[in-house]
């Protein structure tokens, strides 16, 4: 069983998410590749598939939604669980993103996939990686800044997935 855990970060939190997920289904006993959507060279070659990205303003970054677009009929032949990062603040991370959970554009390529789940975890904002727009937007919406990322819950949820992919074995 071979999964393929890949990702878009602009300033590296969903990456750690990414790495965090990998090293959980790795302690179940699964074979997980961790690696940014830009450097995988056959997504065919695995299992299944772990796809996430950092969210801007309802969007997942342009790498990953052409990764998705452009491997779509592969992807329906395989379990997928996709998963989006972003919100800060305390509390459910769909009603922080107002019941947002995934962006609208590539929704009927996720309908297509089918993915068994799509996860919302919370994000890292940190001011000092931002350029002057960014932390103007962070201020103007009066977003809280920090590290809301809940590493129990991302921990559990790839526990899960390693435990659907272990039946299927």
């Known amino acids: 069983m071979k999964v393929l855990v890949a990702y878009a970060s602009k300033y590296g939190a969903t990456a750690e998410i990414a790495e965090k997920i990998g090293q959980a289904l790795k302690q179940e006993g699964l074979q997980a590749d961790v690696q940014p959507v830009k450097s995988v060279k056959n997504p065919a070659e695995y299992t299944a598939v772990v796809l996430g990205s950092a969210v801007y303003i309802g969007q997942w970054r342009k790498e990953v939604a052409n990764f998705l677009k452009k491997n779509e009929k592969m992807l329906t032949e395989r379990p997928v669980w996709l998963f989006s990062t972003g919100p800060a603040g305390e509390g ?13 554009g590539l929704q009927p390529v996720a309908d297509s996939i089918k993915p068994r789940d799509i996860a919302i975890f919370h994000g890292n904002v940190n001011a000092k990686k931002m350029n002057f727009i960014e932390k103007w937007m962070i201020n103007n919406v009066k977003s809280p800044v920090g ?9 559990k949820w ?12």
């Open 147 to 155: 590290d809301f990322r809940d590493w129990n819950a991302i921990t």
């Open 92 to 104: 459910d991370p769909v009603q922080l993103m107002k019941g947002w959970r995934f962006p609208k």
């Open 158 to 169: 790839a526990t899960d997935i390693a435990s659907v992919l272990k039946k299927q074995a």
